[in-house]
């Protein structure tokens, strides 16, 4: 099982974001968000999610649950850049 958290450091807040994280070495079997608040899906070592309605210093977690091992992710990008 692993976990990504998107944070926002700026000073609005943001409406709509997308999270993308590829893993090598890892296939993610499911994706969820234990406050209910974002929409994953997942193919193969892929890991998308959406959430919306991030404020000024706040934080939103996505978990899931992996085959392999997959460490850090190999790429990542949120709302089209890369983090």
């Known amino acids: 099982m ?6 926002n450091r700026g000073n ?6 997308r999270l993308s994280a590829q ?3 890892a296939v993610i079997m499911s994706v ?9 899906s997942h193919s193969g070592g892929r890991l998308d999610g959406v959430g919306r309605g991030l404020g ?3 934080s939103m ?3 899931f649950q992996a085959q392999g091992r997959p ?10 850049r890369s983090c």
């Open 71 to 80: 460490g850090a992710p190999a790429a990542c990008s949120l709302n089209g």
């Open 32 to 40: 969820w968000s234990p406050s209910g608040s974002v929409t994953g």
């Open 12 to 17: 609005s807040p943001v409406s709509l974001w």
């Open 61 to 63: 977690q996505i978990s």
């Open 23 to 25: 893993f090598s070495n």
């Open 2 to 7: 692993g976990t990504l958290t998107v944070v």
């Open 56 to 58: 000024p210093g706040r």
